[in-house]
């Protein structure tokens, strides 16, 4: 990516428990997702960029993160691959009680009641008070699709301020929940480089968890 800065982060809730494989920047009481947020922030003034010049781009995990800190710098956009909306409905019992017992120390229902945010993308928009532009990708057979549809007419209801087009893009280039090649992302990232006309830009791309 020789026209682009690149950042790469990982999910910083995997510190918290050497046996978690991804634990959606969950913490009990703090907002990863912020501090996320304004390592970004410092880098783009650093750099002497625009908020209009972040890409944030990651798939699954790292979708649903695309999503939340894309509305937590305004002007950023968000390529979201496959994400996850509202981590509660995550169709993967294990993964849920492995969060619950090593991350949160309380159920999914109880942190969703006290920082809903943390756990459902729509949350975050509406405490960010922002939906950025983004583009959710996904395909008919990920176990999550009518999850995504269902937060795509949402957000097409919503009243919140917003900027830029919100659209959900189908491929047929890879089946269930799996991430597009690399060809195809990049493809993506260059054609969203192409329609910010932008000649500098920065991409946030989310590490696949350990």
């Known amino acids: 990516m020789p026209n682009q800065h690149v950042m790469a982060l990982s999910d910083p809730a995997l510190g918290l428990d050497e046996e978690i494989r991804g634990a959606w920047y969950l913490h009990p009481t703090h907002d990863l997702m912020v501090d996320m947020a304004n390592l970004v922030k410092e880098?783009?003034?650093?750099?002497g960029l625009t908020n209009e010049s972040v890409l944030f781009y990651g798939s699954s995990l790292g979708g649903f993160g695309a999503l939340g800190m894309a509305s937590l710098l305004?002007?950023?956009?968000?390529?979201?691959?496959?994400?996850?909306?509202?981590i509660s409905r995550w169709p993967s019992p294990g993964s849920i009680r492995a969060m619950e017992s090593r991350i949160l120390g309380t159920s999914f229902a109880e942190h969703k009641t006290a920082h809903p945010e943390m756990v459902d993308v729509r949350a975050r928009f509406i405490k960010s008070n922002f939906i950025p532009p983004?583009?959710?990708?996904?395909?008919?057979?990920?176990?999550?699709?009518?999850i995504q549809r269902e937060f795509m007419d949402d957000v097409a209801a919503s009243e919140l301020p917003r900027t830029g087009d919100q659209q959900m893009l189908h491929t047929d280039h890879v089946s269930g929940h799996y991430a597009l090649s690399r060809s195809d992302?990049?493809?993506?990232?260059?054609?969203?480089?192409?329609?910010a006309d932008l000649s500098s830009v920065m991409s946030v791309d989310f590490a696949p968890s350990a």
Do not use: C, K, Y
Request: no cysteine.
């Open 74 to 86: 305004p002007g950023a956009s968000a390529i979201a691959e496959i994400p996850q909306i509202d």
């Open 134 to 146: 983004f583009v959710l990708v996904s395909n008919d057979t990920d176990m999550s699709i009518e």
């Open 185 to 195: 992302a990049l493809a993506l990232i260059n054609q969203w480089s192409v329609d």
């Open 43 to 47: 880098q783009v003034l650093t750099l």
